[in-house]
């Protein structure tokens, strides 16, 4: 089966920059949307960012958008996520996912995803 390995969380300034990365093996790659969530304490799990492997089409929640991007490597199977201008309100455990199509783009919910990575934790001081 499909694993999904997260990594580059730690501990970043407030205003500072970081990336994760989650790398998929274990099986053959054919998820057609990855993503990232995030999860705090005492919070729902929320969608960050995602994109179409296929195409590249990424989407942003609005809460990070012009702040983080989504990219992906085909040949290494590895989704990133480039947090930039981090603030206070950005800690959290951050997770990738993944899922086969049949969902629309504009689908955000969590358990349209069938593939999780294990977490990262973000942490961001002042």
């Known amino acids: 089966q499909v694993e999904l390995v997260e990594s580059g969380g730690g501990l970043v300034q407030v205003g500072g920059s970081l990336q994760l990365s989650c790398a998929a093996s274990?099986?053959?790659?054919?998820?057609?949307?990855m993503a990232w969530f995030r999860q705090a304490p005492g919070k729902e799990r929320e969608f960050v960012a995602g994109?179409?492997?296929?195409?590249?089409?990424?989407r942003n929640a609005d809460s990070v958008k012009g702040r983080f991007t989504i990219s992906r490597n085909n040949a290494e199977n590895t989704v990133y996520l480039q947090m930039n201008s981090l603030k206070p309100e950005d800690p959290a455990v951050y997770y990738c996912?993944?899922?086969?199509?049949?969902?629309?783009?504009?689908?955000?919910?969590?358990?349209?995803?069938?593939?999780w990575g294990q977490g990262t934790q973000v942490t961001v001081s002042s």
């Open positions: 996912a993944g899922r086969r199509r049949g969902y629309s783009s504009s689908n955000n919910d969590p358990t349209s995803y069938h593939h």
């Open positions: 274990g099986g053959s790659f054919s998820m057609r949307d």
């Open positions: 994109i179409r492997w296929r195409t590249g089409n990424t």
